[in-house]
T-cell receptor
Framework: SAVISQKPSRDICQRGTSLTIQCQVD?????MFWYRQQPGQSLTLIAT?????????ESGFVIDKFPISRPNLTFSTLTVSNMSPEDSSIYLC????????????FGEGSRLTVL | AQKVTQAQTEISVVEKEDVTLDCVYE???????LFWYKQPPSGELVFLIR??????QNEISGRYSWNFQKSTSSFNFTITASQVVDSAVYFC???????????FGTGTRLQVFP
């Protein structure tokens, strides 16, 4: 199974600032996914990040607000830009288990509170 | 469009009771995958099971069992002899075969009381 580390685990941010969340995987993976879980809600996919190409964003999410980097097969970052209280959420990184395992693993999440 | 419905928002049971969490899905794909995840109060998502659309065999893993019925587009999850540690939010999810993108249901919060 893949082990995923996310940083920061939680943060309190001021309105208008930006924060970058890091996702490190202990093995090389093709696809990495970023999800958002708003308080008390389900998870919503923000974007899919493949190494060497631009991230693919889901409807309702744009690159200017959520820029993503994927410099190699074990690492990705998600930036939440110009934050507002509505961005207060848990942001989760997810990877496929590879080798057609069918398992999708999640990091522990980064809980952001925007004041 | 793909959609996952978990009609039960919250379920409360007493320890040792059996409980079934319902999941109904919609997809036009012929090949897809269904998942269940557990999210305990600590927040991490724990993978429980993945089932592909061509495998309708029910599965049992310890106290957990899953009933996949394509005819009713359902993938229900039963916990037998529930325990307090089973208290969590359980998410059912659907993914496209090619992209692995997960569409989550809204989750069912299970509370097991001693």
């Amino acid at each position: 199974s893949a082990v995923i580390s996310q940083k920061p685990s939680r943060d309190i941010c001021q309105r208008g600032t930006s924060l970058t969340i890091q996702c490190q995987v202990d093995s090389q993976v093709t696809m990495m996914f970023w999800y958002r879980q708003q308080p008390g809600q389900s998870l919503t996919l923000i974007a899919t990040a493949n190494q060497g190409s631009e991230a693919t964003y889901e409807s309702g999410f744009v690159i200017d607000k959520f820029p993503i980097s994927r410099p190699n097969l074990t690492f990705s970052t998600l930036t939440v830009s110009n934050m507002s209280p509505e961005d207060s959420s848990i942001y989760l990184c997810s990877v496929d288990g590879g080798l057609n395992t069918g398992e999708l693993f999640f990091g522990e999440g980064s809980r952001l509170t925007v004041l | 469009a793909q959609k996952v419905t978990q009609a039960q928002t919250e379920i409360s049971v007493v320890e040792k009771e059996d409980v079934t969490l319902d999941c109904v899905y919609e997809t036009r794909d012929t090949t897809y995958y269904l998942f269940w995840y557990k999210q305990p109060p600590s927040g991490e998502l724990v993978f429980l099971i993945r089932r592909n659309s061509f495998d309708e065999q029910n599965e049992i893993s310890g106290r957990y069992s899953w009933n996949f019925q394509k005819s009713t587009s359902s993938f229900n999850f039963t916990i037998t002899a529930s325990q307090v540690v089973d208290s969590a939010v359980y998410f059912c999810a659907l993914s496209e075969a090619v992209t692995d993108k997960l569409i989550f249901g809204t989750g069912t919060r299970l509370q097991v009381f001693p």
